[in-house]
């Protein structure tokens, strides 16, 4: 879902990377609120998203980019048909205005008109919604009954990715769990390798509005400056021509205006996405309004300055400061030699294209991962629950912040913005009280009793009792044989592929051909070795555990730690490889420490034994063992999609 529907560069980019991502992982239908004959530009006729979501229904709702927060059904119908259409819509008495506004969008009307609120049809009551790349700092200028309309939606979703700090605020006053994460176009310069330049150029491009706000002869005088400074041809850009964006008979006249003037100045014919693409990519500079033009230009190493507006700038501000943004007609030159003398944006291009891609898999994750809504969120009356053991499984909702809230019944605490991997395509066990917070999970993990989790990323792992667990800790991704032909993953990992178009002329070969089950099984034991984390273990900020590794009991792992073989128990490592750097204790404490398994025990229990003295606290832990003190035994649960089972 999304403004597919009009000639506009950065929405027809997000319509070809969203098929990018889904191709081989689920069948996409592109669709917008109004239906539109888009094949020229994307080779479809788009569906109108409301008849589509009634009629067939989805299993899930994908809404990719754009500032869809604030966005009016008036907006939409005036985008499609023209202001004259609107005016006449407006002019009609209101009952019929109504009937005219429904009919144009399938027959449903949403408060947000790109985005779909899955409750408000039986036919996607169970569908998940995930939203990426968008901006919702709007949402705070609609009113009151349209914005709770809006954050009522938004609370369905499993799964948000906001692209700018403003739009995070008005999340975060609205108590509803996001991700801030750069926008998903930063993806780009890893699917797709751009046509080499000819000839050198400056890219420039001059939306309408900035033409109308300073004037046609500020901007021709900017522009004549520029050509001359840079001694090059200027090229003035087309990112769209949707309502709003850019003239073409505003460029072409400003173009014939400065070439009078003797500046080598003409207007790019590029059109479509990848042309578009191959522009930016090839330029010696990109100056425009383009969000997703310096974007692009980010992505390939291009020096980038943008002109002034105010979605471009807090976007900038925040991802990409050290390029000029902000700029008048007067600073464009002045800007322009700065970000040519810059090394910044060659030397680091696509430095966000890995978050980017991360955030987008957790949209994945969560568009695939089973939803139900049932009860506003509550648990299914039918189902009943012992104190102390839960004897039947339950169906937990899909909205993260109720789904949070309904896992602390279990004894584990994780963050709502965990929800994308947290038990999606693996299960995920743990004896509470636990914490996983914003942890991210791939293969069966298990997390014992009192342990936590700032964040980072666990693959196939068991982690003890007591372990505290620093930000940015990964434990147990995936390895790779290095003995083989290759340490590339084609020669056995059938889910992998690098997403190629049809137009590509191996595609068919590369689609087709996939690794034997023989290859896949040898491989296992080498790329899914399990992690074992004892009890008591203390992981610094950064610390990688490779696979197959297991850490001893009471082991400390200092940060930035990269631990690539067995920690014996209660001994310190650090450094790269780690190597061992001390002893907790001396050999006979040790040995009392492992015998005693004190972990065994609940704090509540261990109330009163001396903490701060050693050899105390093992006489206090000796005298619970000798007394009969029994072991603390929670119930064990899983989670596998939606259900939480009892182990």
Request: hydrophobic share 40%; aromatic share 8%.
């Amino acid at each position: 879902m999304g403004a597919f529907e009009r000639d506009n560069f950065g929405d027809l980019l997000y319509a070809e990377l969203a098929r990018a991502v889904a191709r081989e992982r689920f069948d996409l239908v592109l669709a917008t609120p109004v239906a539109a004959d888009m094949r020229h530009d994307l080779g479809v006729e788009l569906l109108a998203a409301g008849a589509t979501l009634r009629d067939t229904g989805a299993t899930g709702i994908w809404v990719v980019g754009g500032e869809v927060g604030a966005t009016s059904q008036e907006y939409v119908y005036k985008t499609r048909f023209g202001e004259a259409a609107l005016a006449a819509l407006l002019r009609m008495p209101p009952e019929r205005a109504h009937e005219r506004m429904a009919e144009a969008m399938g027959g449903v009307l949403y408060a947000a008109p790109y985005i779909p609120r899955p409750s408000a049809l039986t036919s996607t009551e169970n569908a998940s919604l995930a939203l990426t790349s968008v901006g919702l700092a709007g949402v705070r200028t609609i009113s009151d009954e349209r914005m709770r309309e809006v954050a009522d939606t938004l609370r369905e979703a499993s799964y948000i990715g906001v692209r700018d700090p403003r739009s995070s605020g008005v999340l975060d006053a609205l108590d509803i769990e996001h991700e801030l994460a750069p926008d998903f176009a930063h993806t780009i310069s890893q699917r797709y390798t751009p046509a080499p330049a000819s000839d050198e150029y400056i890219l420039v491009h001059l939306p309408q509005a900035a033409i109308e706000a300073h004037g046609a002869e500020a901007w021709r005088r900017a522009i004549v400056d520029l050509a001359g400074a840079a001694r090059t041809e200027v090229r003035l850009f087309l990112a769209g021509t949707a309502p709003g964006h850019d003239s073409v008979d505003g460029v072409t006249a400003l173009a014939a205006d400065c070439r009078q003037r003797g500046a080598h100045v003409t207007v790019s014919s590029a059109r479509g996405v990848y042309p578009r693409i191959d522009e930016i990519a090839g330029a010696r500079l990109w100056v425009g309004g383009s969000l997703h033009g310096r974007i692009v230009a980010e992505s390939y190493g291009v020096p980038r300055v943008s002109l002034r507006k105010s979605k471009v700038d807090a976007y900038a501000e925040y991802w990409d400061p050290m390029m000029p943004y902000g700029l008048d007609p007067a600073g464009v030159a002045d800007a322009a030699r700065e970000a040519l003398r810059s090394s910044s944006g060659r030397d680091r291009p696509g430095v966000h294209g890995v978050a980017a891609s991360e955030s987008i898999e957790r949209a994945v994750e969560a568009l695939q991962a089973p939803v139900v809504r049932r009860l506003g969120g509550r648990r299914n009356p039918e189902k009943t629950r012992r104190k102390g053991r839960v004897g039947v499984s339950e169906e937990i909702p899909g909205v993260p912040a109720e789904r949070s809230a309904a896992l602390r019944r279990y004894g584990l605490d994780a963050h709502p913005g965990s929800m994308g991997s947290l038990g999606v395509a693996h299960e995920f066990r743990w004896e509470g009280p636990t914490r996983t917070n914003r942890a991210a999970f791939a293969g069966a993990c298990r997390f014992g009793a009192f342990s936590y989790a700032a964040d980072g990323g666990f693959w196939a792992t068991d982690v003890g009792r007591y372990c505290s667990i620093e930000a940015s800790a990964h434990v147990g991704h995936f390895n790779h044989p290095m003995s083989w032909l290759s340490t590339n993953p084609f020669q056995y990992q059938r889910s992998f592929r690098i997403a190629t178009s049809p137009e590509f002329a191996f595609h068919e070969e590369y689609t087709q051909y996939s690794p034997t089950a023989r290859n896949n099984q040898l491989a296992s034991d080498v790329t899914r070795a399990r992690t074992a984390i004892g009890n008591d273990v203390w992981m610094g900020f950064g610390v990688q555990v490779m696979p197959g590794v297991t850490i001893g009991d009471g082991a400390v792992l200092a940060a930035g730690a990269v631990v690539t073989k067995d920690v014996e128990p209660y001994t310190i490592v650090g450094g790269v490889p780690a190597k061992v750097i001390g002893r907790r204790f001396a050999d006979d404490i040790v040995a009392e420490l492992l015998d005693l398994a004190w972990w065994k025990f609940a704090p509540w229990q261990l109330e009163g034994v001396e903490f701060s003295d050693i050899r105390a606290a093992i006489s206090g832990v000796r005298a619970l063992r000798d007394r009969g003190e029994q072991e603390y035994a929670p119930q064990e649960f899983s989670l596998k999609g939606s259900t939480v089972t009892p182990v």
